[in-house]
């Protein structure tokens, strides 16, 4: 057959097209479990992590997740309970696009040593591309006593600071709420909070944005849990 | 073919695996391959993970095309190549998300991007579609250690001059808050040079390599 004929390109391209395809779906789907269950555990690996419960082996993650998680709650705009939805199931990538109104918040409740802890998931926008993270509130639902960030395609040295142990640090015993009970969120402040700021953490040098995008987040998931926070 | 007659290792052979190491290697000599150079040599851990995954790209599309290289057509060989080639490369990320998931993650977008890595193209190119499967196992296996030996080697400078560590693991001392408290260089006030950790001292690294290799290797010089 002539190589260089249409028709024996056309056929050549089939060929190889459908072996190729059909090798590339076998695999993706055969791996396809084995991926899950690491995003999953390293799910469950973040969440525990605010809790100050590090150092759990992927392996262990959902035996220690369901040690300290005492409720996973999906909750409503106006603070009741969706007891249809699964709250780990819901993914905030696609959930944050909906309305207020259509949107589910999932809520982790963990006990540590007696103590109950509020896990809010979040999720934002950086300079870039997406930022997400979890945040823990102590029993009174105001103090911080973790958080951690993670990102998709912040700067290297810059933007993508928000993953070290130095920031988020800084948000360990910072509250949500002023005297007045009223919501103030934490920031991140541009040239460094002034000492004493329980509403402020040092912004990163040079990641401003990505910095204002922590700021912006942490504000406006936590204002949606705010009516569940004052019934319960 | 005199191909079946030769020795698996003959002189011929041995220069495909040793050329692209020094005289022809694929970054410090071809300049090729250098975004991910650039990239993912800060640390010393993902570098090696970047080198192996390449290694396995460049010898596996290197057979493959030299298997089936009487019968590609001459008009769409670059997109045949470009499909084995982006192949390999998803099946390579789908595994080291599935067993290797860390290093998945530090990886990122970078094992995406070994589809675009002009030393695979250029190998296919230059020699897969002209010789044999075992020959191009041999420049598979040559160039893909050539570019990891720039990688590791850029990647050792990277780490340890920049965070003081190799494979994470704290070589130089452990530096604590105060001087006091600091163990090994860091208690004599040795500080870590964040310029290693950025982009450019990649570039500017992989500059003295060459200044060095070509300085020893004085056939690599250009005459004018």
Same mark, same amino acid.
């Given at each position: 057959m002539n190589k260089n004929s249409n028709a024996y390109t056309f056929i050549f391209a089939i060929i190889i097209v459908t072996i190729i395809a059909g090798l590339l779906a076998f695999t993706a789907t055969s791996l396809k479990p084995l991926q899950d269950t690491n995003v999953k555990a390293e799910k469950m690996q973040n969440i525990l992590g605010t809790i100050?419960?590090? *150092?759990?082996s992927r392996e262990k993650a959902e035996v220690e997740f369901n040690k300290y998680i005492k409720e996973q709650l999906a909750l409503k705009? *106006?603070? &009741?309970?969706?007891?249809?939805?699964?709250a780990f199931k819901i993914g905030l990538k696609n959930e944050v696009k909906k309305d207020d109104e259509n949107q589910r918040y999932p809520l982790y409740i963990a006990e540590k040593d007696g103590e109950t802890f509020y896990i809010v998931p979040l999720y934002g926008a950086g300079l870039w591309d997406a930022i997400w993270g979890y945040i823990a509130l102590a029993s009174d639902k105001n103090t911080i006593v973790g958080a951690n960030f993670d990102h998709k395609g912040e700067t290297p040295g810059?933007?993508?600071?928000?993953?070290?142990d130095w920031f988020q640090a &800084?948000? #360990?015993? #910072? #509250?949500?709420? *002023?005297e007045s009970n009223n919501f103030v969120s934490v920031t991140a402040v541009k040239g460094g909070a002034k000492?004493? *700021?329980?509403h402020g953490v040092d912004a990163i040098s040079g990641g401003t944005i990505t910095s204002d995008g922590v700021s912006k987040m942490i504000s406006e998931r936590l204002s949606h849990y705010l009516p569940y926070f004052k019934n319960n | 073919m005199a191909e079946g007659k030769?020795? /698996?290792?003959?002189k011929q052979n041995k220069a495909l695996l040793s050329d692209? /190491?020094?005289?022809?290697?694929?970054?410090?000599?071809?300049? =090729?391959?250098?975004c991910s150079a650039l990239a993912?040599?800060?640390?010393l851990k993902p570098a090696v993970v970047m080198s192996l995954a390449v290694l396995f790209v460049v010898i596996a599309s290197n057979v493959i095309v030299s298997l089936i290289r009487n019968l590609i057509p001459g008009r769409i060989r670059i997109i045949v190549q470009l499909l084995i080639v982006a192949s390999l490369v998803i099946l390579v990320d789908q595994v080291l998300k599935a067993y290797a998931y860390d290093v998945s993650k530090e990886l990122s977008v970078f094992v995406g991007l070994i589809i675009t890595n002009c030393i695979v193209m250029g190998r296919l190119e230059a020699f897969a579609l002209a010789n044999g499967p075992w020959k191009s196992f041999l420049d598979g296996v040559g160039n893909g250690a050539g570019y990891a030996l720039i990688l590791v080697l850029v990647a050792v400078f990277r780490e340890l =001059?920049?965070?003081?560590? /190799?494979f994470g693991i704290e070589i130089l001392g452990h530096k604590a808050k105060t001087l006091a408290e600091s163990t090994g260089?860091?208690?004599?006030?040795y500080e870590n040079?964040?310029?290693?950790? /950025?982009?450019?001292m990649a570039l500017i690294t992989v500059g003295i390599i060459i200044w060095v290799q070509r300085s020893k290797n004085r056939k690599l010089i250009e005459q004018h």
């Open positions: 100050g419960v590090t *150092d759990v705009n *106006d603070g &009741q309970v969706d007891a249809t939805t699964d810059l933007g993508a600071e928000i993953t070290t &800084q948000f #360990k015993g #910072k #509250k949500i709420l *002023d000492s004493g *700021d329980t | 030769e020795a /698996l290792f003959s692209p /190491l020094n005289d022809n290697n694929p970054i410090s000599v071809q300049v =090729l391959g250098i993912i040599t800060v640390q =001059l920049g965070s003081g560590k /190799l260089l860091y208690s004599l006030g040079n964040g310029f290693m950790l /950025l982009s450019p």
